[in-house]
């Protein structure tokens, strides 16, 4: 494998180290933004970190699985470049495909002899780019939704308790049947998280411990690749 | 936006505080959203600009339009799918942050379930930010420890077998996630139509139409909420009885 030597150039380690100031800065304000305007929702301290907590809990699966595709990707993109793009802002699916037809359109295989320093900033550029679009996106569309949506609510509150619902299970079942579909393992992985997460909601109430809510998708995403490991 | 806030400052003093809940975090949402914008591009310009790693036009743009080609679509409708899904605050968290349906979406619902949070209400909103930040934590300091420090001495340590095991993260976390967007609906209907619809956007849409894999789920997402709608159970009283205020 053919590592570009200006992958750990020192300004790229800045500039990842500033998207994840840039993040923590966002998540600082956003935190209290809500600690504020708790009350106001109905809402005590002791919830609002509970829904901090059920977060965090519930992000460490993926977050792991997010962490080894990223280690594996180290000797292609470099440290700083894997942080920013494949841990952050994209996702390693996306940004490989990006990737590989960013240097196909140099004419080079990516990790190959020919994959030099000024390939690496082509690729760069591009993942970037492509996942700015993300962003631009978002800032156009999101105020206008969000304008959208106050509207709708005056007009007729009904319609947001639904609207999220429906969104939600139609997406999820969407991604979800897609998955089931790719193999025998994925259907186990699939079906076993699904079963011990209805399980978990049935003891939380049975045994009236919010707490097995809270950790539900961590022990249930756990059991999912317990079952994936002995159906391998 | 003031004129927004101005003109339904009549309303008792709660809704000012939630107020100043939209007016932060969209203002911040943005500002960050900016700022991230701008350092990630920093990058590759420094290589192509500052270390003159030039690689000429023809190549910029050709790898340019690849790429917009294929996730073109992505561009506009993941935004817009996923709005609905997270509401204005968390959506300047979520295109940041990344993996949206694999890991914050499962977090707000969680958060959203532990407390008792009814969809479409301002305290799901609040948990929903607050379960993301939670989630933020986890996902900065595990990367930063895990891929920034030991990351090249891990990739050496960790058998290829739980690498393998870890391939499967997705349906893994898909099924549980389903679960609980099944519970956290509010009305029956809204669950036999939006899993009707999602079935339908991988066993007919998809299927027959397989171009159509880049803009299915919004077209999913879209029919879901549109058909849910109109077909709701107008009678005012949902799955909990819980009217909104």
Known sequence: MNTPSVTNSPVLWIAALGVFAVIAVQ????????????????????????????????AIGPSLAVVLVAITLLTVFGTPVVLVRIGL??????????????????????GSTGYDNATFALVF?????????????????????????????????????????????????????????????HLAAFLTGALVMMLLQVAAVRLRRTWLKEWSVGISVAAALGAAAIAL | MTTQSASASTSAPPTTSLQGFDRTTSRWGRGTMLAGL???????????????????????VQ????????????????????????????SYQAFMIGNIANKLLPSAITAQQAIGAK??????????????????????VSLLVFVGLLGTWLASLIPDSVAEVFGYIVPAVLGPVLVQAFMAARQHRTRVIALACGAAGVFVLVRFVP?????????????????????????GTTDDEEATA
């Open chain 2, 38 to 60: 701008a350092i990630s591009l920093a990058g590759p310009l420094y290589l192509m600009f500052g270390l003159d790693y030039w690689p000429g036009w023809s190549p910029v």
């Open chain 2, 211 to 235: 171009s159509s894999s880049v803009y299915a789920m919004a077209v999913c997402v879209t029919a879901a909420i549109a058909l849910s709608l109109a077909l709701r159970d107008r009678t």
């Open chain 1, 125 to 185: 550029f591009t993942m970037s780019v492509a996942g700015a679009a993300w962003m631009v996106s978002t800032l156009i569309f999101v105020p206008l939704l969000s304008r959208a949506d106050r509207r709708i609510r005056k007009l007729n509150p009904a319609v947001m308790t639904i609207v999220p619902g429906a969104a939600m299970i139609a997406g999820f079942s969407y991604l979800g049947l897609t998955e089931v579909r790719k193999s025998g393992v």
């Open chain 2, 119 to 140: 969809q479409g209400t301002k305290k799901a909103e609040i948990a929903a930010v607050t379960a993301i930040v939670g989630a933020a934590a986890v996902h900065l």
């Open chain 1, 27 to 58: 998540s600082i304000v956003y935190f209290r933004a809500a600690k504020r305007a708790a009350p106001a929702a109905d809402m005590t301290d002791s919830e609002l970190k509970t829904a901090f907590r059920a977060g965090a809990v519930s």
């Open chain 1, 89 to 110: 802002i994209g996702s390693a699916g996306f940004e490989t495909v990006t990737a590989q037809t960013a240097a196909q359109s140099a004419g080079v295989e990516l």
């Open chain 2, 63 to 90: 790898a340019w339009v690849s790429v917009a080609v294929v996730f073109g679509v992505f561009w506009v409708a993941e935004p817009i799918t996923y709005f609905p899904m997270l509401g204005s605050a968390a």
